[in-house]
């Protein structure tokens, strides 16, 4: 086998042998080998892929029988998980739909919905266990907060203070006055960043950024609470915004909407 490999570093003229996917070749890297081998050894069905040079000492070869059929290599490390923010989060987390109610909005079952979530990571869902822009913005945030408050980033008395219900920060701003932006900054010590953007102003390169909670006033005056996602583009051209939140008439989910209905952008972007 040593003899081998080193015959074939040291070949000059070669010929690029490819192995099929679905064998343990390396992709996209080369394997070159004498042109005298026989490559009718090869079995070159479907798809095909290249393999490490061995000259780099990136492939081994297996048996002669085989040493055109498939290089073995070390797997690639795994891709890096998702960056967590309040947007990932809440797609991973929250189930689809559950209903929307933002008039005649169930405070007490509310109340159920909160404390569940809080106890064991799990929305409440149906029912009378319906939701709101405001709602679904709280219950996310909070259950960050209560990840830091875990991890002793937070002490007890201030998480208490942020998502208590109805009197604690997180819904003052979230819910009452609609400024994420304020809940950033006029908590103390500050939870984060903020950025109030006019619809001429977008989009901007660093304002939102995916999981920012974003207060969207439209042109018709309402508003809506939302994580941010991404902007939607269309033909090269940023035309909308994609978020998350709890929207008319479903409930939990993903949307976007057209930058044309917007009028002001308060950006509330928590600290890492």
């Known amino acids: 086998m040593l003899l ?4 074939l570093m040291q070949t000059t003229s070669a010929e690029l042998i490819q192995c099929t996917v679905g064998s343990r070749c390396c992709p996209a890297t080369e394997l070159e080998v004498p042109q005298e081998f026989d490559q009718t050894l090869v079995d070159f069905t479907g798809p095909v892929v290249s393999c490490h040079p ?4 990136l492939a081994t070869l297996t048996t002669v029988n085989e040493s055109l ?3 073995v290599q070390t797997p690639p490390p795994p891709p890096p998980p998702p960056e967590r923010n309040l947007y990932t989060t809440a797609i991973a987390t929250f189930p689809r739909g559950c209903g929307y109610r933002w008039q005649g909005f169930n405070v007490g079952a509310f109340r159920q919905t909160r404390a569940h979530y809080l ?3 799990q929305v409440l869902c149906g029912g009378e266990h319906h939701s709101m822009c405001t709602s679904a913005t709280y219950l996310v945030l909070a259950g960050e907060l209560q990840r830091r408050y875990r991890e ?3 002490s007890p008395a201030r998480y208490e203070e942020l998502i208590a219900f109805p009197r604690g920060d997180l819904w003052d701003y979230l819910n009452i006055q609609a400024r994420p932006d304020l809940l950033m900054t006029e908590t103390d010590p500050p939870l984060g960043t903020s950025r109030v953007l ?3 102003q977008l989009p901007d390169p660093e304002w ?4 920012d909670l974003v207060q969207i006033t439209r042109q018709n005056g309402f508003g809506h609470s939302v994580v941010f996602a991404d902007y939607l583009r269309e033909n090269g051209q940023v035309t909308g915004l994609c978020y998350w939140s709890s929207n008319s008439p479903n409930g939990y989910g993903r949307r976007c909407e057209s930058l044309a209905v917007v ?3 308060a950006i509330g972007r928590l600290n890492p």
Do not use: K, W, Y
């Open 119 to 121: 106890r064991t990571g």
């Open 208 to 211: 939102p950024r995916q999981g």
């Open 152 to 154: 002793g980033r937070l």
């Open 198 to 200: 006019r619809r001429r």
């Open 4 to 7: 081998l490999l080193l015959f």
């Open 263 to 265: 009028q002001t952008l």
């Open 69 to 71: 059929r498939e290089c």
């Open 54 to 57: 061995v000259g780099e000492m």
